[in-house]
């Protein structure tokens, strides 16, 4: 298998812009997560799906912070409009009945 | 506050010198995962403890699950230029939703 796969795998953008952050999980895989990880905080998870369904969004910062998952082999994570304090390593990661989650390479983020 | 407080923050030994790295919690787990994140990747799952009072060993690694499932610690012993990384401990407060500790940052001097 192909593991978690994200993109973009870096992008800079301009404060106020949108950004969209993709991701592709392990196929067969029912669980389907998103962190934030920073320097400071650590890895937060953002919000997390199970069978596609949003089960917990309680730790997306604000209401800037979007993310859907329209099937079982696609998710987004947006940011409308973008903080330079959104700058992190944004991680998808993918689950089979939460035994191991596994990690994408990131996505890493600046805002400018 | 951490819902998984790990310690120590950072750690810098030499090669062949024996640590250990905590992880707890003032709730009690199902189960706890130890990961290993290197620079510019994801973290990769090391082990999963589920059973209170659990000692699990990989190569020179071994990992221990406390009794009261609050707990675990992870121990290396004649550590290696290789083993260094940032160590995270997770685990399921609510069953299906996995929270990260901090992190132990590790560097292993040759």
């Known amino acids: 298998d192909a593991g978690v796969i994200q993109s973009p795998r870096h992008e800079v953008t301009e404060m106020g812009q949108e950004v969209t952050l993709r991701c592709k999980p392990i196929s067969g895989h029912d669980y389907l997560f998103w962190y934030r990880q920073t320097m400071m905080r650590g890895l937060e998870l953002l919000i997390y799906f199970n069978n596609n369904v949003p089960i917990d969004d309680s730790g997306m910062p604000e209401d800037r912070f979007s993310a859907k998952m329209p099937n079982a082999s696609f998710s987004t994570l947006k940011i409308q409009p973008s903080e330079p304090r959104d700058s992190a390593v944004y991680f998808c990661?993918?689950?089979?009945?939460?035994?191991?989650?596994?990690f994408g390479e990131g996505s890493w983020l600046t805002v400018v | 506050t951490q819902l998984l407080e790990q310690s120590p923050q950072f750690l810098s030994i030499q090669e062949g010198e024996n640590l250990t790295v905590y992880c707890n919690s003032s709730s009690v787990f199902s189960s706890l995962q130890w990961y290993r994140q290197e620079p510019g990747e994801g973290p990769v799952l090391l082990v999963t403890v589920v059973t209170g009072g659990e000692v699990k060993k990989l190569k020179r690694l071994t990992f221990q699950f406390g009794d009261a499932r609050k707990d675990s610690s992870l121990h290396i012993t004649a550590a290696q230029p290789g083993d260094t990384g940032l160590y995270l401990c997770a685990g399921p407060p609510r069953g299906s939703d996995m929270r990260f500790g901090a992190g132990t940052r590790l560097t292993v001097k040759p």
């Open positions: 990661a993918s689950s089979l009945r939460i035994n191991t989650i596994y």
